[in-house]
């Protein structure tokens, strides 16, 4: 559907912005054009949340942009908003064959907040040129927990990251005031392929694509990708996507680390998933189904699935992900009916469930890439779930900021994940940490009495 055309001046902006602000100070605003009705091109959407440790990172990226869209004719369209922790002010301006042209310019906004996440959204698919739009977030990624913390808030505010929920719901909301949808989301944050994430913006846009891994300095290869969209403009936003996951690979095997792994700039953290999001309830129903039915099978399963758990982690804690216990899904469930053959063991129903689910898996990651020579990533095939080895570790509530990058616990209902709601995961993990991990042969913080057929605790004292 061509793009309408769209108010131009204050109107606008009242409707969109707003005219003032809670002090009562008014905006300074920028002209504008109106949007241009056209097809078969993109327009990129940059929300940089870079109100943190990311300012750097943000920059590399205008960089970019502004040095691809200075050199081709047929550029993409491109409108940024930038929040810097440097200077107070949020900036909105189109990058033009390499120029920065202001559009809006704000007094300091909180960019974690979903409703300035919204405005802008609504603001760039009304301006928004070309049929297909493509929406990236950049900034702090925290999987589950959200993303895009905001460094400049109010003093009594304990944290500002927003949630997975909160983008969701400014992303739909943004696309229904607009009128107009998005072809692509983006997210340009470490760690935020979770199976939570995913199904959580499962309405924001058709295709997804996030990192089971860091996003590193440089940040995704945007010049290569608009030399891409130069020389085809009509790309799907599933084309676009896998052309990103491959710009990403050829981008870092060239640029590397140089055995530096101080530069933070190494190919084994260069991983990109494409998610079809159409999928992901089917993806939490056949999940569920395997959960309930390997619940009443964990008397048998206590040694393999704590093996299988610990031979799907992304990286390993503190390697990759710094902050998280991820485990990629299908790792897990491949290695599981691995051991569980390696044991004599014959449980068909337990491989029906994982057939099932990894069939559904097929659909929802459309395509992935890792690189070849990442030892640290051996275990990512597009997807994780978080899933801490113990209960100690999985009840994060008391833990300090600095531990795991929020306080927000997985049940926490500030951050209302639907995964935790609509899936059988916590029911499953705390029969899991019950039977298999947590309190092991009585030593655990509840001294729980052992059970028989647990497998030896190294630091029990006899």
Not at 123 to 147: C, H, M, P, T
Not at 194 to 214: M, T
Request: hydrophobic fraction near 40%.
């Amino acid at each position: 559907m061509p793009k309408r055309m769209v108010i131009t001046g204050a109107c606008l902006v009242a409707t969109l912005w707003g005219c003032g602000t809670e002090d009562g100070s008014t905006r300074e605003l920028s002209p504008y054009s109106a949007a241009v009705d056209g097809a078969g091109g993109w327009t990129l959407l940059f929300y940089l949340a870079a109100d943190n440790a990311q300012e750097a990172a943000a920059d590399v990226t205008l960089k970019q942009l502004q040095a691809a869209t200075a050199q081709g004719a047929n550029a993409p369209q491109v409108i940024v908003l930038l929040d810097r922790l440097s200077q107070p002010g949020t900036e909105i301006f189109e990058v033009s064959a390499g120029k920065l042209v202001p559009l809006q310019t704000h007094p300091e906004e909180v960019t974690s907040n979903g409703a300035v996440l919204q405005a802008f959204a609504t603001f760039g698919l009304q301006q928004a040129k070309y049929d297909n739009v493509a929406f990236v977030i950049k900034s702090e990624g925290l999987s589950w927990r959200g993303i895009g913390r905001d460094n400049t808030h109010a003093a009594d505010s304990p944290d500002t990251l927003m949630s997975c929920g909160e983008l969701a719901q400014a992303l739909v909301a943004a696309q229904s005031a607009a009128q107009e949808n998005m072809d692509l989301l983006v997210l340009e944050g470490s760690i935020m392929a979770f199976v939570e994430v995913v199904y959580e913006l499962r309405n924001a846009a058709p295709i997804l694509l996030a990192s089971q891994s860091k996003i590193q300095p440089d940040g995704l290869p945007w010049s290569l990708v608009i030399d891409d969209l130069e020389q085809q403009p009509g790309m799907s936003g599933r084309e676009l996507a896998i052309a990103i996951t491959d710009d990403l690979q050829t981008y870092y095997s060239v640029k590397g680390n140089k055995g530096v792994p101080a530069a933070d700039t190494s190919t084994n953290f260069a991983a990109m998933t494409v998610f079809d999001t159409s999928h992901a309830v089917q993806a939490l129903d056949a999940h569920s189904a395997w959960a309930k039915t390997t619940s009443p099978l964990l008397d048998t399963l206590y040694n393999v699935l704590p093996h299988a758990r610990d031979l799907s982690d992304v990286g390993g804690f503190g390697d990759v992900t710094d902050v998280d216990f991820q485990s990629d899904i299908k790792t897990f469930m491949v290695e599981s009916k691995r051991l569980i053959g390696e044991a004599g063991l014959s449980l068909p129903a337990f491989d029906a469930a994982v057939d099932a689910y990894l069939a559904v898996q097929d659909e929802l990651v459309i395509y992935q890439r890792k690189p070849s020579d990442g030892s640290k990533l051996g275990s990512a095939n597009g997807v994780s779930i978080w899933f801490p080895p113990t209960w100690i570790q999985y009840d994060t509530s008391d833990l300090q900021d600095g531990l795991f990058g929020s306080s927000l616990s997985y049940e926490d209902p500030v951050i209302d994940l639907d995964w935790v709601s609509d899936s059988s995961w916590v029911t499953f993990l705390k029969a899991y940490f019950d039977r298999a991990d947590a309190n092991l042969a009585g030593n655990g913080a509840s001294d729980e009495p052992p059970k028989p057929g647990v497998f030896e605790n190294p630091g029990k004292k006899q």
